[in-house]
C-alpha cells in the first residue's frame, strides 16, 4: 500500500499565477477529499468527490477555485488569479465508502506561498 | 469553521510523563478521531472512535469520549520525544455530511527529553 501522495511539495509562485496540484489516492479508494490548513489552524474541508463526482464544496472554495477527479482516480485542484491569503497547506485525502465511520488517510499536502 | 476546541493549546513534558489532551465539539457526531501531525508534514490517523463508544486503546493511546459533554480525550502513557507533534481531533457528523471531518485546532505536544 503506498500511501496517498502529493505532487508538489512545495509552490512558491508570484500573485495573479495559476496553479495546479496533484493527488493520487490509495488505489482502491473512492472517497477523496481536499483540506486546506493555514498556520497553527486545524485542516478545513473544500471539497470531497465519490469516484468521478464531485458531491460537495465548501463556501471557502471560490470561484477562482476548480477540482476534478477524471475517471475516479488521481485528483487536480486548480487555483487562477492566486492572492497572498491562498498561501496555504493543501492536504489531500481518501478513504472507502463504507457505514460512515471509515478513516480518512491523508497525503502529505503541497505547501503553497503566494509572493 | 472549526467545530472542535483542543485544550491545552500547547503542553510542555519531560520524557516519560504521561500527556492528556482534550477537546470539545458541538454537533451531534458518527465518531471522533485523532490525528498527529509532525511540524509541516501530512496527518497520521492514530485512534477513531464511535458515537457508541466510551473508551478505546491503542498501543500507548487511551481515548475516551462523552457524547452528553461533547467532549473527548487523549491519553499518551509514558511519552516519548518522538511524540513531539500537533495533535488534532476530528468530528465526523452525523446526518447529511457525514463524510468530511471537522478539525479542530490541535494541541502542540513537546516532549523533552
Known amino acids: ?115 | 469553521s472549526q467545530q472542535g476546541e483542543e485544550d491545552p493549546q500547547a503542553l510542555s513534558i519531560q520524557e516519560g510523563e504521561n500527556a492528556t489532551m482534550n477537546c470539545s465539539y458541538k454537533t451531534s457526531i458518527n465518531n471522533l478521531q485523532w490525528y498527529r501531525q509532525n511540524s509541516g508534514r501530512g496527518l497520521v490517523h492514530l485512534i477513531l472512535i464511535r458515537s457508541n463508544e466510551r473508551e478505546k486503546h491503542s498501543g500507548r493511546l487511551r481515548v475516551t469520549l462523552d457524547t452528553s459533554k461533547k467532549s473527548s480525550s487523549l491519553l499518551i502513557t509514558a511519552s516519548r520525544a518522538a511524540d513531539t507533534a500537533s495533535y488534532f481531533c476530528a468530528t465526523h457528523a452525523s446526518g447529511g455530511s457525514n463524510y468530511k471531518l471537522t478539525f479542530g485546532k490541535g494541541t502542540l505536544l513537546t516532549v523533552n527529553p
Request: glycine share 8%; with cysteine; proline share 4%.
Open chain 1, 1 to 115: 500500500d503506498t500511501g496517498v501522495s502529493q505532487d508538489p511539495r512545495h509552490k512558491i509562485t508570484k500573485r495573479g499565477q495559476n496553479v495546479t496540484f496533484r493527488c493520487d489516492p490509495i488505489s482502491e479508494h473512492n472517497r477523496l477529499y481536499w483540506y486546506r490548513q493555514t498556520l497553527g489552524q486545524g485542516p478545513e474541508f473544500l471539497t470531497y468527490f465519490q469516484n468521478e463526482a464531485q458531491l460537495e464544496k465548501s463556501r471557502l472554495l471560490s470561484d477562482r477555485f476548480s477540482a476534478e477527479r477524471p475517471k475516479g482516480s488521481f485528483s487536480t485542484l486548480e487555483i487562477q488569479r492566486t492572492e497572498q491569503g491562498d498561501s496555504a497547506m493543501y492536504l489531500c485525502a481518501s478513504s472507502m465508502r463504507g457505514t460512515g465511520q471509515e478513516t480518512q488517510y491523508f497525503g502529505p499536502g503541497t505547501r503553497l506561498l503566494v509572493l
